[in-house]
T-cell receptor, first 112, second 110 residues
Framework: GAVVSQHPSWVICKSGTSVKIECRSLDFQATTMFWYRQFPKQSLMLMAT?????????EQGVEKDKFLINHASLTLSTLTVTSAHPEDSSFYIC????????FGSGTRLTVV | DAKTTQPNSMESNEEEPVHLPCNHSTISGTDYIHWYRQLPSQGPEYVIHGLTSNVNNRMASLAIAEDRKSSTLILHRATLRDAAVYYCIPGQGGSEKLVFGKGTKLTVNP
């Protein structure tokens, strides 16, 4: 079946630095990918829709200058958390749709 | 966005059937009902989806009410590996977005 690979699975960074998370569709092409954030004991919150070759569409309240999304190819979308702060510590998950939605295994970001 | 109501938590015993309910009274007539589940520290996993008729696959069955305002996910024989948070997600008026509610945390007792 369709597989979405997310990397890294976990990362620790210093406050003020930037972190890039990659999301790859391994055996299919994805013109659209979705990025979610999940805080402990909470549900997934949709952050943005990543569109290949064009700008991402951000959900209300999500800072597009802080969460940079690039979808330069049909198999890769990246999320960069810029100037990370401890409150950005969270579980970030990407997904893409084939027949159903396939999710990556998530990236746990800890900002210290 | 179409809203859902699910129990916060449910408990089952191993090898017994589990019925997970979901109310989605604001769903539009052409939107599918999706069910996903999430194990701890993992991304969500597809379970099943349907439109009007009841659906079956190797993981579960989905019973959809005739008025489509509610549905029930049925796990025929719960195993310990079925312990997860189960999300019922109605389609969003043709949008490709999946908007997650709070889900039901299922505990399976040995």
């Amino acid at each position: 079946g369709a597989v979405v690979s997310q990397h890294p699975s976990w990362v620790i960074c210093k406050s003020g630095t930037s972190v890039k998370i990659e999301c790859r569709s391994l055996d299919f092409q994805a013109t659209t990918m979705f990025w979610y954030r999940q805080f402990p004991k909470q549900s997934l919150m949709l952050m943005a829709t990543s569109n290949e070759g064009s700008k991402a569409t951000y959900e209300q309240g999500v800072e597009k200058d802080k969460f940079l999304i690039n979808h330069a190819s049909l198999t890769l979308s990246t999320l960069t958390v810029t100037s990370a702060h401890p409150e950005d510590s969270s579980f970030y998950i990407c997904s893409a749709k084939v027949l159903s939605y396939t999710f990556g295994s998530g990236t746990r970001l800890t900002v210290v | 966005d179409a809203k859902t109501t699910q129990p916060n938590s449910m408990e089952s015993n191993e090898e017994e059937p589990v019925h997970l309910p979901c109310n989605h009274s604001t769903i539009s007539g052409t939107d599918y009902i999706h069910w996903y589940r999430q194990l701890p520290s993992q991304g969500p996993e597809y379970v099943i989806h349907g439109l009007t008729s009841n659906v079956n696959n190797r993981m579960a069955s989905l019973a959809i009410a005739e008025d489509r305002k509610s549905s029930t996910l049925i796990l025929h024989r719960a195993t310990l590996r079925d312990a997860a948070v189960y999300y019922c997600i109605p389609g969003q008026g043709g949008s490709e977005k999946l908007v997650f509610g709070k889900g039901t945390k299922l505990t399976v007792n040995p």
